[in-house]
């Protein structure tokens, strides 16, 4: 019911910097509300990144905030995160993240498909 486009991931150095951006987009009855993007490695839970809320508020990470910035164009559904001073700790799969909204409220959440981040030399 949610259709993601998402794009940036690949190899970096550490202390590079990389961009990825999402586009989400709905058939469905309703619109798109807040987007975030999260990141899993093998045999670990899923993380939060960062979230930006239908009304605007940003939450990040701990390991996130002061090194990642993101931001959305909510005309567009486009979600974009600027990621710089990489490590190798930031390796994972980065997941789009978006809220189905019906009537003022969020009423299901989707994922992406995911990109591969690597932070190596």
Do not use: H
Request: proline residues 3%; positive net charge; contains cysteine.
């Amino acid at each position: 019911q949610v259709q993601f486009v998402e794009s940036g991931g690949g190899l970096v150095n550490p202390g590079g910097s990389l961009t990825l951006s999402c586009t989400a987009s709905t058939s469905s009855r309703g619109r798109i509300g807040g987007m975030g993007w999260y990141r899993q490695v093998p045999g670990s839970q899923r993380e939060l990144v960062v979230f930006i809320a239908d009304g605007g508020a940003r939450n990040y990470a701990d390991s996130a905030r002061g090194r990642f910035t993101a931001s959305i164009d909510k005309t567009n559904n486009k979600l974009t995160l600027q990621m710089s001073a990489l490590r190798p700790e930031d390796t994972a799969v980065y997941y789009c993240n978006a809220n189905l909204i019906r009537l003022g409220r969020p009423v299901q959440n989707f994922w992406g498909q995911g990109t591969q981040v690597t932070v190596a030399s």
